[in-house]
Each structure stands twice: as structure tokens, then as C-alpha cells.
């Protein structure tokens, strides 16, 4: 059975950083993506980011090019997603999905991430 357990989220001031976490199992191949999306209230989900295990290539969403960073730790089967200089409008549940990008099979609970003076 799969899971994906995100972690990491919480209240942060203008500015801040916060790095969430996506701890993956039960994946029948080791080779998978792994994509961070969010979903704010009122708007439809979007992609933020996404890393491969084939190649470890990386996707990053305009908005957050330059401010945000993912990578992986393939023995702790976890992908990061480290998020710098935040703004209010990165207010959403974060979530992680997977085993592909573009159309995951498989979504973590999420974690709400507001960001707030």
C-alpha cells in the first residue's frame, strides 16, 4: 500500500523559510516522481515543483522559480521541498504526489502552510 506522508508546514512571517517533507512507501518500482503541489482556498490545484529518481531533474512553477528548492534522499525513500523569501499569496495546503508528475496516482494528507505578518 502507498503513502505519502508531508510534514513540515506551519505559520511564517513574510520572508520566511520553511522546508516541507514527503516520505514515500510502498512504491512497487524504486524509480519514481515525486511533485509538490498546493491548493489555495477558492483556487484549483497547481504544480509547484516535481524531481525525478531516473535522472534527479527538477521542475520548478514560474511563480516559485529562485525561491524554492526540492531534492530527494533516496535512502530515506523523502523528497524536500525547501521554501525561501515566502510570500502571502504562497498560502496553501502543500501537497505531495506521485509516482508521476503530470498525473499522480497517489497524494499525501497535505499541510497547510500560511504565510502571514
Known amino acids: 500500500q502507498v503513502q505519502l506522508v508531508e510534514s513540515g508546514g506551519g505559520l511564517v512571517q513574510p520572508g520566511g523559510s520553511l522546508r516541507l517533507s514527503c516520505a514515500a512507501s510502498g512504491f512497487t518500482s524504486d524509480v519514481y516522481a515525486i511533485g509538490w503541489f498546493r491548493q489555495a482556498p477558492g483556487k484549483e490545484r497547481e504544480g509547484v515543483s516535481c524531481?525525478?529518481?531516473?535522472?534527479?531533474?527538477?521542475y520548478y512553477a514560474d511563480s516559485v522559480k529562485g525561491r524554492f528548492t526540492v531534492s530527494r534522499d533516496s535512502a530515506k525513500n523523502t523528497v524536500y521541498l525547501q521554501m525561501n523569501s515566502l510570500k502571502p499569496e504562497d498560502t496553501a495546503v502543500y501537497y505531495c504526489?506521485?509516482?508521476?508528475?503530470?498525473?499522480?496516482?497517489?497524494w499525501g494528507q497535505g499541510t497547510q502552510v500560511t504565510v502571514s505578518s
Open positions: 504526489g506521485g509516482p508521476t508528475c503530470v498525473a499522480p496516482r497517489e
Open positions: 524531481i525525478s529518481s531516473s535522472d534527479g531533474s527538477t
